[in-house]
Every structure is written in structure tokens, then in C-alpha cells.
């Protein structure tokens, strides 16, 4: 049962993380949605990312920090440091193995880890460099080409890098009409580059350029974390509840 759980998580054998805003619990599920064991993070601080590799290490932010646990057992593994050791608002695994961070330490920059967790690329004041608006609360994500996208709640858009850390577009903007967002929450790219953003109407559906092409509202109310596993299956985690969509082409 949950609380409040806001993020989700996938490892390479398909077990699910839930993990919970407060308190700092973390279910785990094997594929099929049986319940394994939970344990618990920091129980005094926000979770406010969760991402896991494809060995089953999962990745927790907390406090501005990331911080390393064996995923079957709760054991701590330590913190992965990046420039200061905080600042850390959102991280995402990539098809590499490695991972990207949303950093708001300094503003609103963009971090690329590697599978070992050193910091390979640094965009700098990715958002704010390009619609010269602060960016105080961002949500990440990554394709299989290696692609960054920044969702920014504060610009009610969507910023896409290249794997190189150069700016290709942006997408979204506030409002109600097709293609805009009203309280953004999360993103998730599946496998065949689409996007999809979720927000008070539903789960918005784009191109890989930021072309809007549908709406779809999953069951369970307004999606708080969305994720893909290999089968570009689409496990959505709405507060007290993760549902587990398969999406027609």
C-alpha cells in the first residue's frame, strides 16, 4: 500500500522501486507487481528522485545529495558526490548505464554521470541560458540516443540536449490548449523517442522534435512519475498507486 509515492524506478531483471515523498520508504515489486520487501532512506528528509541500474543498485536524492543502496536489501552503498555534494534535484538512469542529474546548486544545470558516477558533462545553466528565466525545480530524463531532456515546472516547458550538451528545442509553454502545460509533474521517453509529460490534464504525448500528438489519462489520477521498462511498457505511479500501461503504436 502507499502514501504519498511520487517516484518510480526499474532495474535490468524488471523489479519496481516506488518510493515515497515522505518518510522515505521504498517498496520494492518484482515485475509482475508482487510485493518483495521496503526499506527505508532518510526518513526525515523529502524523496524527491529515485533511478536504479541494470544491476539493481538503486539510486535515491535526498537532501540534494544521491545517495547509493543495494536495492534487494536497503544496504547502504554511499553518496555519489557531484561538485559541492548537494544541489541534486532529479536523476534519471540512461541506456548506458550511466545517468543524468538535474543540479540546481548554481542555477539550473544539467549533469551526465557514467556508470562509475563521475560526472562526464556539466550544461550549464541549461534553462535559464536559453529562455533567461531562473528554473528552480526540474525533472529529467534521457533516450536511448542519449538525448537530455529538462522539464522545467516553473517555464512549463520541456528543453531538449544533445548528447554533446548542445540545445536543439523547446516545447510546451503554459496554458490549457493541446501541447501546453498546466503543473507539470514528470517525463519519461519511451523507446522509440517519443516524450510524454504529465500534468494536470493527463499525459501529454510528443514527438521526438516536440510535436504534440495526443492525450491519454491513466487510471489513478494525475501521474507523479512515469518510467519505461524494456518492453516500452509504461509504469505510471500516482500517489497510492502505480499503474502499468501498454501503449498502442
Not at 544496504?75 to 558526490?81: A, D, V
Not at 528554473?135 to 516553473?154: H, S
Not at 528543453?159 to 490549457?176: R, V
Request: net charge neutral; proline share 2%.
Amino acid at each position: 500500500m502507499f502514501t504519498d509515492a511520487r517516484s518510480i524506478a526499474l532495474d535490468g531483471q524488471g523489479n519496481i522501486y516506488v518510493g515515497e515523498y515522505s518518510g522515505g520508504r521504498i517498496q520494492v515489486f518484482d515485475s509482475s507487481g508482487k510485493f518483495i520487501t521496503q526499506w527505508t532512506a532518510n526518513p526525515k528528509m523529502p524523496l524527491r528522485g529515485l533511478a536504479a541500474d541494470r544491476k539493481g543498485v538503486v539510486y535515491v536524492v535526498q537532501s540534494g545529495k544521491i545517495a547509493r543502496f543495494e536495492g534487494l536489501t536497503g544496504n547502504s552503498l554511499g553518496e555519489i558526490k557531484v561538485g559541492d555534494g548537494w544541489g541534486i534535484d532529479d536523476i534519471s538512469s540512461a541506456a548506458d548505464g550511466g545517468f543524468v542529474c538535474a543540479w540546481t546548486r548554481n542555477g539550473d544545470d544539467l549533469v551526465r554521470l557514467d556508470a562509475s558516477g563521475k560526472v562526464v558533462k556539466t550544461i550549464q545553466k541549461a534553462i535559464s541560458s536559453v529562455t533567461d528565466r531562473s528554473e528552480l525545480d526540474m525533472r529529467v530524463a534521457i533516450d536511448g540516443a542519449g538525448n537530455i531532456y529538462a522539464l522545467g515546472t516553473f517555464n512549463d516547458a520541456v528543453f531538449k540536449f544533445s548528447p554533446d550538451g548542445k540545445y536543439l528545442n523547446k516545447f510546451g509553454g503554459d496554458g490549457d490548449k493541446p501541447g501546453q502545460f498546466r503543473a507539470p509533474q514528470a517525463i519519461a521517453v519511451d523507446g522509440h523517442g517519443k516524450v510524454y509529460v504529465s500534468d494536470m490534464k493527463g499525459v501529454q504525448v510528443f514527438d521526438t522534435d516536440g510535436r504534440y500528438l495526443q492525450l491519454f489519462k491513466p487510471d489513478g489520477g494525475h501521474a507523479s512519475g512515469m518510467i519505461f521498462n524494456d518492453r516500452n511498457e509504461l509504469f505510471v505511479v500516482a500517489r497510492t498507486k502505480v499503474v502499468k500501461l501498454l501503449l498502442k503504436e
